[in-house]
């Protein structure tokens, strides 16, 4: 009988206890816990914050004086990276056709590469996006096309017109067309392409102003050879009435 009493005792004093312990257990619950109040987005990996870049406002990064086309030089290469790197880097801009790597005779990497899209549009969001691979910043550009007849000519003043580059280009031989237009980008820069009758003549004009670059209205202008034009699609043939 006295080994009951004790232990009604015993459970007397346990539900007494766990009562006043509830007060303080609710409290320590209820209080806000500063680690809730973090923002998630300190913890955005790698690839997120590639997409995200993908998605950036154009302006925010240099303007670049070459000619747009869908072929990008890719520079400051970590030398481990590999095509399937660069792929991934790229690709949330747009389809990748190729990239083509620049190798050493011994096979290593020489810390650049050539990667061209499928649309314009991909590469103009790829060169203006900041881009890092392995800790390395990368270096994007438009890849320079080959010689041909037609100039590019960056960084003309915004009231620089065709009778300014005309004076700049005809004394290196006859022209065929001259035309102006501003950046597509937007901005400040304007530009123009120069089309020469003779391709030696354009070939000789970028050479000098590659050693000495011509300005017009306090700009030094940025002479390069433009970009081939695509061929044109061909018209859908109609059937028409033949004349009696």
């Not at 206890?17 to 998630?40: E, G, K, N």
């Not at 302006?59 to 072929?71: F, V």
């Not at 050539?114 to 890849?143: H, K, N, W």
């Not at 960084?155 to 300014?164: F, T, Y």
Request: proline share 10%.
């Amino acid at each position: 009988m006295l080994a009951n009493v004790v232990r009604r005792q015993a459970r007397v004093v346990l539900t007494a206890a766990a009562r006043q312990s509830i007060p303080s257990l609710l409290a320590r619950v209820s209080r806000p816990s500063s680690l809730a109040l973090r923002p998630f987005s300190t913890t955005l990996c790698r690839s997120d914050d590639y997409a995200a870049r993908a998605q950036a406002p154009a302006g925010n990064t240099p303007y670049s004086d070459n000619p747009p086309n869908r072929q990008l030089f890719l520079g400051n290469l970590a030398f481990e990276a590999n095509e399937s790197d660069i792929r991934d880097l790229i690709s949330p801009f747009g389809e990748v056709e190729s990239v083509r790597i620049i190798h050493n005779p011994d096979g290593s990497s020489r810390g650049f590469a050539y990667a061209t899209f499928a649309e314009q549009a991909s590469a103009d969001q790829c060169i203006q996006s900041p881009l890092q691979i392995f800790g390395r910043q990368v270096r994007v550009d438009y890849s320079l096309p080959p010689p041909g007849r037609i100039l590019f000519v960056g960084n003309l003043a915004p009231g620089g017109h065709e009778g300014h580059v005309r004076d700049v280009f005809e004394p290196f031989g006859a022209i065929q067309r001259v035309s102006v237009g501003q950046s597509p980008r937007g901005g400040i820069h304007s530009f123009a392409h120069v089309e020469f009758l003779k391709e030696e003549d354009a070939v000789r004009a970028h050479e000098q102003m590659a050693k000495t670059p011509p300005r017009i209205l306090d700009h030094e202008l940025r002479v390069t050879y433009a970009s081939p034009r695509p061929p044109p699609s061909p018209k859908p043939f109609r059937r028409g009435r033949l004349a009696m």
